[in-house]
C-alpha cells in the first residue's frame, strides 16, 4: 500500500519553526497520559477556553444564534458552555489517537452499517463517505480495520506546519488507510476506481469552498458554500454516497453510523447529493448541537450575486 510521504523538508523558519516543534512535542506527552489525567487536563484546558483565552468567543455565539434564532440568551451561553468542554476532550483525543494500542480504542468505538459498505466491496465497488465536523472525526480511521476497502481520508496539508502535519498523518495513516491531499482527492478516487481493490474515499465535506468556485446552499439557517467535489466525483464514479454520522455515547466513546444516502449518483437530480448531505448534518447537528465545530469561522463569506442559492 502506497502511503503519504510524511517527511517535511522544514519544520517552520525562525522561532515559529521552534515553536511548532516544541507544540507537537507537547502533544505527543500528552498521548502518552492514561484516559483519566488526559479528561483530568481537559478540565483544566476547557476553563483557559472559556474563561481566559475566550477561545473565538464572539464566533461561536454569532454561529449558535443564526442555527436557534429561538433560543434564550442564557441557552445559547449554556450551548457554548458544553461545546468548550467537547472541543476540549476531542483536541486531547485527537491527540491521544497517536499512541492508542487496539484493545484501548476497540472499547471506544463502535460502527454501525459497515456490512452494507463492505458488500459493495465485495461486488468489486468502491464507495464514498461524507463525514462532518461533529463529535470526534480523527477516531473514525480506525474504520479501515473493519472494512474490506481501501480507506482514501482526505485532508488539508497543514503548509506552514510540518511537524503537526506529519503527527496528524501518523495518526490516521496508523491503521492502515491513506491520507490525500484535498486537491488530489479526484485523482486519487479516478486512479482507485481503475484498480482491483475497491477504496473508500471518505471526505469531511462541511468545509468552506471559495465564494465564487462553491455551490451555495442554507445550512444551518445561513447561506454557506460548499466543495463542489464531492458531488462530481460521485458522478463520475457512480459509487454509491454514504453518511457518517457519529454519536457520543459517553466520554470518550463514539459510534460511527452509516446510511448509505445516493446509491447511483448518475441517476440523482441536480445538486441532491449535496442537498441530502446538508440535510443529514442538520438532523445530527441538531440532536446534539454541542457537539458541532461552531469556533470553525464557516460563513465568513457572503454569497456573490451571481452565484444561485441551490435550494
Known amino acids: ?47 483557559v477556553l472559556k474563561y481566559i483565552v475566550q477561545y473565538r468567543n464572539a464566533v461561536i455565539l454569532e454561529n449558535l444564534k443564526a442555527a436557534f434564532p429561538d433560543k434564550r440568551d442564557e441557552e445559547i451561553v449554556e450551548l457554548q458552555n458544553r461545546f468548550y468542554r467537547h472541543l476540549s476532550d476531542v483536541f486531547l483525543e485527537s491527540a ?10 476497540q472499547k471506544r468505538v463502535r460502527f454501525i452499517g459497515v456490512e452494507e459498505m463492505n458488500r459493495y466491496a465485495e461486488e468489486g465497488k468502491g464507495v464514498i463517505v461524507l463525514a462532518c465536523h461533529h463529535n470526534n472525526w480523527e477516531w473514525g480511521s480506525y474504520l479501515q480495520t473493519q472494512s474490506k476497502h481501501h480507506i482514501l481520508m482526505v485532508y488539508n496539508k497543514m503548509r506552514n506546519n510540518p511537524p503537526m502535519d506529519d503527527f496528524l498523518l501518523l495518526s490516521r495513516e496508523k491503521w492502515g ?17 481503475k484498480k482491483s481493490k475497491p477504496s473508500l474515499l471518505w471526505l469531511v465535506a462541511d468545509q468552506r ?23 462530481k466525483i460521485a458522478r463520475k464514479t457512480n459509487q454509491p454516497v454514504f453518511f457518517q454520522k457519529v454519536k457520543k455515547v459517553a466520554r470518550g466513546k463514539y459510534e460511527y453510523e452509516f446510511t448509505l444516502m445516493v446509491e447511483e449518483p448518475v441517476k440523482a437530480a441536480p445538486n441532491e447529493i449535496l442537498l441530502t448531505y446538508i440535510r443529514k448534518m442538520e438532523e445530527a447537528i441538531y440532536e446534539a448541537p454541542e457537539y458541532y465545530l461552531w469556533s470553525h469561522r464557516r460563513w465568513k463569506h457572503q454569497r456573490p450575486a451571481t452565484a444561485p442559492l441551490i435550494q
Open 96 to 105: 491521544k489517537l497517536h499512541y492508542m494500542k487496539e484493545k484501548e480504542i
Open 209 to 231: 469552498a471559495l465564494p465564487e468556485l462553491g455551490s451555495w446552499a442554507l445550512f444551518l439557517n445561513r447561506e454557506g458554500a460548499f466543495y463542489t467535489g464531492p458531488e
Open 177 to 193: 488507510g491513506q491520507a490525500v491531499q484535498m486537491g488530489r482527492a479526484a485523482k486519487a478516487a479516478f486512479d482507485a476506481a
Open 1 to 47: 500500500m502506497t502511503k503519504t510521504n510524511r517527511k517535511s523538508k522544514k519544520t517552520g523558519d525562525g522561532l515559529s519553526g521552534a515553536s511548532n516543534v516544541f507544540v507537537v512535542l507537547l502533544l505527543k506527552a500528552m498521548a502518552r497520559l492514561p484516559f483519566g489525567a488526559l479528561y483530568l487536563l481537559a478540565d483544566g484546558i476547557y476553563f
